[in-house]
């Protein structure tokens, strides 16, 4: 079965303090991964993907994901973390199938103090 | 990026009630949208796969004839939550993948936030 873990339901920092949220896959073949942000009461944002290429993927606000295939991970990262950052963050995988749908890890809530 | 307007963004409605959300691609055309929706604090759950010109693929244990999927054009796709129960309250989001940029994400709407009094 195809599926998306984050083992994480919270991840609390400081200001200024890099953040990393957790994500692993498990899909068969070469999965596209994503990172979505959510805010309250919102849809989903698109952060960034990974498709193929460099393992280190640069995506909006600051954030990059590093693609590790031999631990089947995607964890996202930031180097320095703003209280803005504070939201629900989703990875998801789509399996290489065209046109089929993401499916969604359970979320990570970040909560960035100052 | 490609926008997806989700309307309404909140709906109240009586037991017993339908209710319709419109999800429109707004400067792309989408053969595929997908419905999912999202109980509190929990992931998204995929509902259906919405295929313009033709039948909604449902996923398991979705009851087709309760949440009424309508792909009538490149543009537009509506769920219809028919004769809604308080259990069907939730957020119901939609979502498009733009036609020929097949680089996998989707484009999410808004929201709709239903609550079945």
Same mark, same amino acid.
């Given at each position: ?9 919270? =991840? ?17 073949? *070469? ?9 309250? *009461? &919102?849809?989903?944002?698109?952060? !960034? ?5 460099? *393992?280190?993927? /640069? ?22 973390? !703003? ?10 995988? &789509? ?20 | ?17 339908? =209710? ?20 509190? /604090? ?25 949440? #009424?999927?309508?792909?009538? %054009? #490149? ?12 259990? @069907? %309250? ?11 940029? @097949? ?15």
């Amino acid at each position: 079965a195809q599926s998306v873990a984050q083992p994480e339901d919270q =991840v609390k920092v400081a200001e200024g303090n890099p953040l990393t949220v957790k994500c692993t896959y498990s899909v068969s073949g *070469n999965p596209y991964l994503f990172w979505y942000v959510q805010y309250p *009461n &919102r849809g989903l944002q698109f952060l !960034l993907k990974y498709i193929t290429g460099d *393992n280190l993927v /640069k995506g909006s606000y600051g954030f990059e994901a590093e693609f590790n295939k031999s631990q089947t991970s995607f964890h996202l990262k930031k180097p320095s973390a !703003l209280v803005s950052d504070s939201a629900l963050y989703f990875c998801a995988v &789509r399996p290489y199938q065209a046109g089929t749908a993401l499916i969604f890890g359970k979320g990570t809530t970040l909560s960035v103090s100052s | 990026g490609a926008v997806v307007s989700q309307h309404p963004s909140r709906v109240i409605c009586k037991s017993g009630t339908s =209710v319709k959300i419109e999800c429109r691609s707004l400067d792309f055309q989408a053969t595929t949208m997908f419905w999912y929706r999202q109980f509190p /604090k929990q992931s998204l759950m995929l509902m259906a796969t919405s295929n313009e010109g033709s039948k909604a693929t449902y996923e398991q244990g979705v009851e087709k004839d309760k949440f #009424l999927i309508n792909h009538a %054009s #490149l543009t537009l796709s509506t769920l219809t939550v028919t004769s809604a129960h308080p259990e @069907d %309250s939730s957020f119901y989001i939609c979502s498009a993948r733009a036609e020929g940029l @097949d680089t996998g994400e989707l484009f999410f709407g808004e929201g709709s936030r239903l609550t079945v009094l």
